[in-house]
């Protein structure tokens, strides 16, 4: 893969006749415009609502958290979030996998502003690849999603937006820091808001000199062991180069136009016999259209593009190349009525393509599909329920739905209860790789039961949410014909507790997350499914006393197994990191963050290292609009 410009992305992106925006916004009286988010969440339902009065189990991180924790990448800020799990091969820049309710890696949907993302090849999201920097907020919404976005939503969705600029005026931004392992980095923005459009641009440098981020006594390429045979004791480097394009105008008082570009280039340097280097491109580009006549109805048209392409390299010579081309577009109404009820409809495309130095047995595949929600209130209680088709080239039809009812009572308190189906269409690796491919596989589909309750009140909130997931015909290798097979059947069940409040001027966010998995069928019945820690937690602890903050971040993960026959054992840990800062003026913060205080030495994969003790400062510039 020849190495891609920015310059040639940002050219691209200005060329398109429409930009990308955030999914689909409600069109009830009360709706806010797409580059005002505060308040609302809008990957739950499709349509924008308030945060409080979601009945699926919900998580929003803005751009104040993100900024206050100090979190140096995404996986960093997600790492230890209730019902998430994750698995990193050795640091920055590292391949890191997410497992979200105990689903598979490749069970949750991930959509940057509303475009769908991931490698159809592997099935996986290089959230590692996400540079941070350009984020503006993360919605993490557990549960199944099948029925409103298809494929893959059986653990649940993230949605990642990027930067936004809220207010009139003009805003620019930098930051600069560096620390341990030869760490920096480097970012400038700017955006600005008209009385009818808006626009702005981020950018950011990273690089790390790493760590060695192997670890074995005896190295073996066929058994584990980072697939090394001899110790390779170097730093394990990663740099990224980030931009992020966005724009949009009111026409008149019912059309708008908006979009997004985001393009993120990584070099990654790792232990291996067969490959030790990547080139890596993710990109997203795509554009919206919104017309809305009135407060109680809106159509808008999306449309996007995701890049997902890598080359490996040994020891500076090239290997191989994939590229996958994810194209979606989406055409959603929204019709209020009856004051507090919303029915939306709409229509899905998504095409996926591979190319690359590995010919697949087929390269291409498309999936259409038609949904339809209806959210309504009456009086104390909230009733959810949507319907979705599929029809994929490859497998077929597949219908899913899902039904969630909520009770307010007591001033504050809200019992919820829901259920839902959904499914997991094969990879092109699982269908239609050369030899190892078997293209009669079905997709894998699942069953899950909710139940939650919480407390809303002025200074605390409390939710609790309990769950049970099986999902059938798991796609594992089947031994009988040498190839991946419709063979397993696996039970996910556990609970999150969630709490945020205030204790004497301290702000405190904590979750809890239990978890039980077993494997149903074959050869490893009865066993935990790998890499999901049966018990975690996360506390964060914030205060400012005038111009001056501190924090704390402590984090608890439980053993886990790294293996499908559980002989691997991965210890638990539990890490501490303190973070301050301090404003020097009205527009610059000084920023410090120690993590891992301790120093503990862990694994979240076999054989990985995870980073020590670490520094970082970062010097901030934004001045007040």
């Known amino acids: 893969m020849q190495s891609r410009s920015l310059c040639l992305a940002v050219a691209a992106a200005l060329a398109l006749p429409v930009l990308a925006s955030s999914g689909a916004a409600h069109a009830a009286a009360a709706a806010q415009s797409a580059t005002d988010l505060d308040g609302v969440v809008v990957t739950a339902t499709r349509t924008a609502i308030d945060v409080d009065t979601a009945l699926a189990p919900v998580e929003v991180i803005d751009r104040a958290e993100i900024e206050r924790s100090q979190a140096r990448s995404l996986p960093d800020l997600l790492r230890g979030r209730a019902g998430v799990s994750m698995s990193n091969q050795g640091g920055d820049g590292k391949l890191t996998t997410l497992f979200l309710r105990g689903s598979e890696s490749d069970h949750v949907v991930v959509l940057v502003d509303g475009i769908r993302i991931g490698s159809a090849t592997s099935g996986l999201v290089s959230l590692q690849n996400l540079p941070l920097a350009l984020v503006e907020r993360v919605e993490i919404v557990r549960g199944p999603r099948s029925s409103l976005y298809g494929s893959e939503a059986i653990g649940g969705v993230i949605q990642i937006f990027t930067r936004r600029d809220g207010d009139a005026g003009y805003a620019p931004r930098a930051h ?3 620390g341990s392992h030869g760490a920096h980095e480097v970012g400038v923005g700017f955006g600005g808001r008209g009385e009818r459009a808006w626009f702005g641009a981020d950018y950011e440098f990273r690089r790390t000199e790493g760590f060695n981020a192997c670890d074995v006594a005896t190295p073996d390429p ?4 980072c697939f090394i045979s001899a110790p390779e004791p170097d730093l394990d480097g990663y740099i990224q180069n980030a931009l992020a394009l966005r724009a949009g105008i009111d026409l008149n008082e019912a059309w708008q136009l908006s ?21 890596t491109v993710q990109q997203v580009v795509g554009g919206s259209v919104r017309w809305r006549p009135s407060g109680a109805l809106q159509l808008k048209l999306t449309a996007g593009r995701n890049v997902d392409a890598s080359e490996q390299f040994k020891d500076g010579v090239a290997l191989g190349h994939f590229d996958t081309d994810r194209d979606s577009a989406t055409l959603q109404g929204d019709f209020g009525f009856g004051g507090q009820q919303l029915l939306s409809a709409g229509v899905d495309w998504l095409r ?16 259409r599909a038609a949904f339809a929600q209806y959210q309504g209130r009456f009086g104390a209680q909230s009733l959810q329920a949507s319907v979705r088709r599929d029809d994929n080239e490859q497998f077929g039809g597949h219908t899913t739905g899902s039904a969630a009812w909520g009770l307010d009572f007591a001033d504050g308190w809200r ?21 190892f491919g ?24 409390i939710r609790l949410d309990a769950f049970q997931t099986t999902v059938d015909d798991l796609i594992a290798f089947d031994a009988a014909i040498g190839l991946p ?7 996910m069940r556990g609970a999150e507790l969630g709490i945020d409040t205030e204790l004497a001027q301290w702000q405190l966010a ?28 996360r506390l964060e602890l914030d205060r400012a006393f005038g111009d001056f903050r501190v924090g704390v971040t402590g984090i608890a993960e439980g053993a886990r197994f790294d293996d499908v026959a559980n002989t691997r054992r991965l210890p638990g840990y539990a890490t501490l990191d303190l973070r301050a800062e301090y404003a020097l003026t009205d527009a610059l913060t000084l920023q410090g963050r120690l993590a891992n205080v301790f120093d503990r030495d862990y694994e979240t994969t076999s054989f990985y290292n995870q980073p020590g003790r670490e520094w970082f400062v970062t010097l901030r510039y934004a001045p007040a609009q």
């Open 485 to 491: 097979n419709n063979i397993d059947r696996a039970r």
């Open 415 to 435: 019992l919820s209860a829901g259920y839902g189906t959904a499914f997991k269409a094969p990879t092109f690796n699982e269908l239609y790789y050369p030899f």
């Open 176 to 178: 600069v820091g560096g």
């Open 259 to 279: 979009g997004v570009a985001l393009r993120s280039e990584g070099e990654n340097d790792f232990d291996g016999d067969f490959t030790n280097r990547s080139e």
């Open 510 to 537: 904590a979750s809890v997350s239990f978890l039980d998995t077993e494997s149903l069928t074959g050869f490893q019945a009865g066993n935990e499914l790998p890499r999901r820690a049966r018990h975690g937690a």
């Open 352 to 367: 996926d393509s591979v190319a690359g130095s590995t010919t697949y047995d087929e390269s291409e595949r498309s999936n």
């Open 222 to 225: 066929f058994a584990g062991g």
């Open 438 to 461: 078997n293209a009669a596989l079905r997709p894998e589909e699942s069953e899950t039961a909710e139940l939650g309750l919480g407390w809303n009140g002025e200074r605390l909130d």
